[in-house]
């Protein structure tokens, strides 16, 4: 079974990111935050990390970059709605230069995220 790791400040937000995986069977565990995700990776490495850009303690794109240096290298889904005066696909673009699989600027659609989550699988 896959296993994701979402990372989403957003509690409402992440709540609804969970349920659309586990509702396809994935298998899903969440943080609010960059340090509690990182945390949680490296007791149990997920194949794929869904990550928000801007979050407290630790932003995305330092969880992306800690994340590729892990020996068990997960697959990333960058996610951002824009902030801090930056527009969200300027953030998105950070993260692709990253080498994350794929991008999302909020709002999207569930069927869009599950979409990117099915693509990256293959």
């Known amino acids: 079974m896959v296993h994701i790791l979402i990372l989403e400040d957003d509690p409402q937000f992440r709540k609804l990111l969970a349920r ?7 298998n899903v565990e969440t943080a609010c935050n960059g340090k509690d995700g990182l945390r949680i990776f490296n007791a149990n490495p997920a194949d794929v990390v869904i990550t928000d850009i801007l979050m ?14 892990h020996h068990t290298k997960p697959k990333f889904l960058a ?4 902030s801090y005066n930056m527009p969200a696909r300027l953030n998105l673009d950070v993260a692709a230069l990253l080498g994350v ?7 999207f659609s569930p069927v869009e995220f599950k979409s990117a989550v099915f693509q990256m699988l293959q």
């Open 20 to 26: 659309i995986l586990l509702e396809d069977g994935y």
């Open 101 to 107: 699989s794929r991008t999302l600027a909020k709002p």
């Open 79 to 82: 996610i951002s709605g824009g």
């Open 56 to 69: 407290p303690e630790m932003d995305g794109i330092e969880v992306i970059r800690r994340l590729a240096k």
